[in-house]
């Protein structure tokens, strides 16, 4: 890894470096995490509003919370990870959500990203005034448990959702 990665708000000018790491999620079957890669990314200048306007609270839709995205950029101008982290939690967040929600490209993991995007994540964090940040994974989730622990993760109770999907979550100093 290296590491000159910096954490970059989403921007027009980042889209032929965003739009391979979506396609790589997309092709890769799997739950695109956090839930922001998920947009589709066609209308690429109307993703990019989007995601800002959550950050202002602008069109943050019932039942959700402001939110800001940032995306994790190699100094080669490459997108190898995302971050979502929530201002403030609802029930929902604060049984199985989380402040902040993260995720590293498939091609790009267990290469230290994952653990580098996440300390640059509490600082953004601590910034919106959050000095305790709840941070989860499923419990069959080892890498990122060991992630959030490198973090200073200290586990709480889990929470068992509905289809019995265990969550473990975690608290933060910041």
């Known amino acids: 890894m290296s590491d000159r990665v910096t954490l ?9 470096a965003y739009l391979p790491f979506y396609r ?16 589709d990314p066609e209308d690429f200048d109307g993703m990019v509003r989007f995601l800002l306007e959550q950050e202002s609270g602008a ?27 929530r201002h403030s939690l609802t029930e929902h967040l604060f049984n199985c959500g989380g402040h902040i ?15 580098k995007l996440l300390s640059l994540a509490l600082e953004e ?14 419990a069959t989730n ?3 448990e060991r992630t959030i622990r490198n973090n200073g993760g200290v586990e709480d109770e889990s929470y068992i959702e509905e289809d019995g999907n265990v969550v473990k979550r975690y608290w933060i100093d910041l």
Not at 25 to 35: A, I, R, T, Y
Not at 101 to 115: H, L, M, N, V
């Open 8 to 16: 970059v708000k989403p921007a027009a000018a980042l889209k032929e």
């Open 24 to 39: 790589e999620w997309v092709e890769s079957g799997e739950d695109m995490v956090p839930w922001v890669i998920s947009r």
């Open 59 to 85: 069109g943050v839709q019932d039942g959700w919370v402001t939110n800001s995205t940032y995306w994790l950029v190699t100094e080669e101008k490459r997108i190898v990870g995302a971050v979502n982290i």
């Open 101 to 115: 929600g993260y995720g590293i490209r498939p091609s790009d993991r267990r290469k230290g990203y994952a653990t």
């Open 125 to 138: 964090a601590r910034k919106l005034g959050i000095d305790k940040a709840l941070v989860v994974c499923d």
């Open 142 to 144: 080892t890498a990122s």
